[in-house]
């Protein structure tokens, strides 16, 4: 039973990295990125690529970084920013429209074969903690990674100059640009460090198991289930939704294998039916 | 008319404004010299707000309607125009809810114009604000959110300040409070322009009186000189 | 002061070319229906294809367009529609011609639960929330092994008829499908209940303000809707006959009708039709591209949302106030204002 909380907390720390970016991007312009996943899934296969070229395989992990934030800058300013406003239909379909181009982009480029990314045997590595029990040390290490960029981004949003434009132009745009923010900018620039996070979480994934273009729907709903079931407005709320849906799943696979996801769905829409604000909504 | 034409810092010539497809204001000409208080009154819906915030950038309107120091500005976003000197105090404050006392301040600066104005000055002029500056601006009342208000304007040092009803939803010890502050703030040639509803308060604290009813001018002079009769037929309107 | 009033005055809806227009579809309702007699078999098939995708994109444009709700979970109750339709053809005998209407009504009956749930979220996450509980569906039907489960099975309540008749069967039925589906949604639109919609998509506080119940007429929306659906999912796994949880339940349902909307236009009834022929028209010449064709797709959204916000006929409809099926009101003055 241990074990398995164990490796459902383990597996929440992965889907926190998965839902970071969106909650972000939600929080700071009510945008819903529908081509969140395929975002990720595309990271990996950027890092494969780089590695493919020659890039040393762990600096092409680290090389997306800087590669996403430039993305996720140029997206938002010169794609999604014409979305945003009162109705929320042209931001879904742009995004949609994006998930089909860059899932179909990667399956032309790729083929449909899953792939994972070369990890030197550190996927594979394991650490006894007593006789019976030992988990893998990349599970660990990402564990630590989604921590740390929760406290990141918890930090920036509440100490940085730049949080504070974030929250501004969350409560209230109008004025913010009153202020003298140019709100496109803080738009872009909210939308790539999203990015950079989404760029870590599908690195990660890819070292951790495989990817396929087809994957980012899947991905997509992992994010949001932990952004709904964390609540809406905060960091820390998004890691314990995450973290739910990992046990959840967790126990749903020990049931058996074709009912994990199904477990994860399931508890996610029952929550919403009993406590719809969710685990650690923000209160205004 | 009463100043030497070189005096005036803001005018505006036939300022029109919409709404979408309805029209709010129907060609406005309004001047205001350096350092001048000037009071502008109405009914509700008379436009005077849709004044401030077209003066703000708020509302778009053509590029010559509106002149500030010799250079036209109509239709610049609101944050070219809060880095060329105005600011606007808005109707109802509209404070970020998500940041505290001190936050909401500092969010005024972020024009970052040089000037008197600081966090400290501030602190000495409303020193309620200092005592509560941790705390988020939505726990504070309805006159201290007003100082948050109108120091989150001035922490961007403008040299024409737009105040938009403060006195809205205040008790009348309150208003006084806050409209003492104001000749501290003009002190050193600050010009502002008071949106108000209050008719005495507003001839009271200025020199000058506009009256803007449907959308249109329909007085304007020295405000002690103007009558309870000149001022209740132009507010009316025939 | 107000004279206007004092006249009589009258609301018409729809031009002296509507009428027409509506002659003109009756004559090609008929002509159609005489297809099975003089057309190839495969004509046949496509039309009760390009039927299901066109049916679907109606409903999910209703409730989009005029209930204001976005949904990227529709495909919940085309694939509920379809595998009811296949558990009653195949093992309680029922014709499966029958049972595609009563798959419209399972899936009509079991959105008002649904929305017990898919209601606590709006907007984005509303559309998201729905795709999940799709995806849920999806998996309950490829862990059901009566139904085969993830591979899917046949249906094999057809066996008995030749493919002749088969196909002319299916044919009718997806005529009058289309037909009916259309009816309803017209109708619907054109009566009161169809002005609140517009109401409540506008300004719901106002809506409530002027006593329109805006939960109900949105519950209303929600489960006609999902009655369209499951009706076009029945009905394509008809002309099918193979079915399987991922072609039901595919989120590529919902992808196309968005498609098929917003090239031809949001909240308006002529939208989906002119959207689904164009759709037909691109996969007729371009779907042998196979990814380059679907990327395509995508980027032609992503296009003309940005740059079309109304959809193509939208454009048309406001450019050249052209209008297929009349739903606005216009009030004209019997007689001229007295002075």
């Known amino acids: 039973m241990i074990e398995l909380l164990l490796q459902g907390v383990l597996l929440g720390g992965l889907y926190t990295l998965f839902a970071l970016g969106l909650s972000l991007m939600f929080g700071v312009m009510r945008l819903t990125n529908t081509a969140h996943g395929d975002f990720i899934i595309l990271a990996a296969f950027g890092a494969l690529s780089l590695a493919a070229m020659g890039l040393n395989p762990w600096l092409a992990n680290v090389a997306v970084l800087p590669v996403a934030w430039v993305l996720g800058y140029c997206v938002q300013r010169y794609v999604l920013n014409q979305t945003l406003g009162k109705d929320p239909v042209p931001s879904l379909v742009v995004t949609f429209g994006l998930s089909i181009v860059i899932q179909n982009a990667l399956l032309e480029t790729f083929s449909a074969d899953p792939r994972s990314i070369e990890s030197g045997g550190l996927n594979t590595l394991s650490w006894a903690l007593t006789d019976s029990l030992s988990v893998g040390v990349l599970p660990i290490l990402i564990l630590m990674i989604a921590l740390l960029a929760t406290l990141g981004l918890q930090w920036v949003f509440e100490k940085t100059r730049l949080g504070r434009a974030f929250r501004a132009v969350s409560d209230d745009p109008e004025i913010s640009e009153l202020m003298g923010l140019d709100s496109k900018n803080i738009y872009a620039l909210a939308t790539a460090m999203a990015f950079v996070l989404i760029a870590v979480a599908g690195v990660l994934q890819g070292l951790r198991t495989t990817v396929a273009p087809a994957d980012g729907p899947m991905l997509l709903l992992f994010a949001f289930e932990a952004v709904i079931m964390g609540g809406m407005g905060s960091f820390w709320g998004t890691l314990a939704g995450g973290m739910l849906l990992g046990v959840t799943q967790q126990l749903g696979f020990r049931v058996d294998p074709g009912w994990g996801v199904w477990a994860g769905h399931c508890v996610f829409l029952s929550l919403l039916l009993v406590r719809p604000q969710g685990l650690f909504p923000k209160t205004r | 008319m009463f100043l030497a034409g070189s005096n005036i810092v803001l005018h505006t010539r036939d300022l029109k404004a919409f709404y979408g497809d309805a029209q709010a204001l129907f060609g406005i000409d309004f001047e205001i010299g350096k350092g001048q208080a000037i009071a502008i009154i109405g009914a509700n819906g008379a436009g005077k707000s849709t004044f401030l915030k077209a003066l703000a950038g708020l509302v778009k309107v053509q590029t010559a309607a509106v002149n500030w120091k010799g250079q036209d500005i109509g239709g610049k976003l609101p944050s070219e125009i809060v880095r060329l000197g105005l600011a606007l105090v808005p109707e109802g404050r509209r404070l970020f809810p998500s940041l505290s006392v001190q936050e909401n301040l500092m969010m005024g600066s972020e024009s970052q114009r040089k000037g008197p104005w600081n966090l400290e000055r501030l602190f000495k002029l409303f020193p309620i604000l200092q005592e509560k500056r941790y705390q988020p601006s939505t726990s504070l009342s309805g006159g201290q959110q007003q100082m948050v208000a109108i120091g989150r304007a001035l922490m961007s040092n403008p040299e024409l300040l737009l105040c938009d009803e403060l006195s809205l939803g205040l008790a009348p010890l309150v208003i006084r409070e806050i409209y003492n502050a104001l000749p501290e703030i003009t002190a050193e040639g600050m010009g502002v322009v008071l949106v108000e509803q209050d008719v005495s308060l507003a001839q009271q604290m200025t020199q000058r009186l506009y009256c803007l009813q449907e959308g249109r001018v329909s007085l304007q002079g020295v405000s002690s000189l103007l009558s309870r009769e000149q001022i209740s037929q132009a507010y009316f309107g025939q | ?339």
């Open chain 3, 1 to 339: 002061m107000n004279h206007i009033l004092e006249n009589q005055f009258t609301v018409k809806r729809g031009h002296a070319y509507t009428r027409f227009l509506l002659g003109l579809a009756v004559v090609v309702v008929i002509g159609a229906a005489t297809l099975p007699l003089w057309a190839e078999s495969s004509w046949m098939h496509e039309f009760v294809e390009i039927a299901c995708y066109f049916i679907f994109a109606l409903m999910w444009n209703l409730l989009a367009g005029y209930g204001g709700m976005v949904s990227i979970g529709q495909q919940a109750f085309f694939g509920l529609g379809a595998y009811t339709m296949l558990i009653l053809g195949n093992f309680w005998g029922i014709n499966p011609f029958v049972a595609i209407a009563i798959g419209g009504v399972v899936a009509g009956l079991v959105s008002i639960p649904v929305s017990r749930i898919a209601f606590r979220l709006q907007g984005g996450y509303f559309a998201i929330g729905t795709w999940v509980i799709a995806e849920v569906f999806r998996l309950s039907f490829a862990n059901f092994s009566m139904v085969g489960g993830g591979a899917g099975t046949t249906l094999t309540a057809l066996r008995g008829i030749d493919k002749a008749s088969r196909e002319s069967w299916t044919y009718w039925i997806a005529l009058l499908c289309v037909v009916s589906s259309i009816a309803i949604v017209f109708v619907f639109l054109r009566s009161k209940r169809g002005l609140a919609l517009l109401a409540i998509r506008d300004n719901p506080i106002a809506a409530e303000s002027q006593g329109i119940a805006v939960g109900s007429m949105k519950l209303a929306v929600y489960v006609v809707s999902a009655f369209g659906a499951g009706l076009a999912g029945a009905l394509y796994f008809v002309g099918n006959l193979r079915i399987s949880p991922d072609a039901a339940f595919s989120v590529n349902w919902t992808a196309f009708a968005i498609f098929m909307v917003v090239i031809g236009g949001m909240g308006r009834i002529e939208g989906p039709l002119i959207g689904s022929l164009v759709f037909w028209l691109l996969s007729k010449f371009f779907s042998d591209f196979g990814a380059w064709y679907l990327m395509g797709l995508g980027a032609l959204a992503i296009f003309t949302t940005t740059y079309f916000k109304q959809g193509l006929w939208g454009y048309a409809q406001q450019r050249w106030g052209w209008s297929l099926f009349p739903t606005q009101r216009r009030v004209v003055f019997l007689a001229g204002p007295k002075a």
